[in-house]
């Protein structure tokens, strides 16, 4: 990933119950701020997602897009973008650190880039804004189930 925003997050939970909420796409209307819809439209042998297609309303970016993903076990998803139209770029992912005591440190890394013309600082701050919302909401649906 090129110039990218990270923020990192404690989830009182263990990193195999993070996972199974990050893999649950069709549950992000329900938890993630501005996903309006998120299908899975390819699986993976090991049943967890190749590729989802995402409606995603969140100001100032409204887009459709696909996402191509790649897992390894419950310690890191990584994701790029396939297609979308605002979007350009969207690459990121999820870091999962086991801290030993039942809880997971979770490090989100994005990269973003899109159609209109943004200076690169209105960039990061996007990114941050995208990355802490995602950053609680995912705790909060995990320490909720």
Same mark, same amino acid.
């Given at each position: /990933?090129?110039?990218?925003?990270?923020?990192?997050?404690?989830?009182? $939970?263990?990193?195999?119950?993070? /996972? $199974?909420?990050?893999?649950?796409?069709?549950?992000?209307?329900?938890?993630?701020?501005?996903?309006?819809?998120?299908?899975?439209?390819?699986?993976?042998?090991?049943?967890?997602?190749?590729?989802?297609?995402?409606?995603?309303?969140?100001?100032?970016?409204?887009?459709?897009?696909?996402?191509?993903?790649?897992?390894?076990?419950?310690?890191?998803?990584?994701?790029?973008?396939?297609?979308?139209? /605002?979007?350009?770029?969207?690459?990121?992912?999820?870091?999962? $650190?086991?801290?030993?005591?039942?809880?997971?440190?979770?490090?989100?890394?994005?990269?973003?880039?899109?159609?209109?013309?943004?200076?690169?600082?209105?960039?990061?701050?996007?990114?941050?804004?995208?990355?802490?919302? $995602?950053?609680?909401?995912?705790?909060?649906?995990?320490?909720?189930?």
């Amino acid at each position: /990933m090129a110039e990218q925003t990270s923020s990192s997050i404690t989830i009182d $939970a263990p990193p195999a119950d993070v /996972m $199974a909420v990050i893999a649950d796409f069709e549950s992000y209307p329900e938890w993630a701020k501005g996903v309006q819809v998120a299908e899975v439209t390819e699986a993976g042998t090991d049943g967890r997602a190749e590729q989802v297609y995402f409606s995603l309303d969140v100001s100032p970016i409204k887009d459709e897009y696909t996402l191509a993903y790649d897992w390894d076990a419950d310690r890191e998803v990584t994701w790029t973008l396939v297609e979308g139209s /605002m979007l350009k770029a969207l690459d990121g992912a999820y870091t999962l $650190a086991d801290r030993g005591d039942g809880s997971t440190e979770v490090t989100y890394r994005l990269a973003l880039d899109v159609s209109i013309p943004l200076i690169g600082m209105l960039k990061r701050k996007g990114e941050k804004i995208l990355i802490d919302t $995602a950053l609680k909401g995912l705790k909060k649906r995990v320490e909720s189930l």
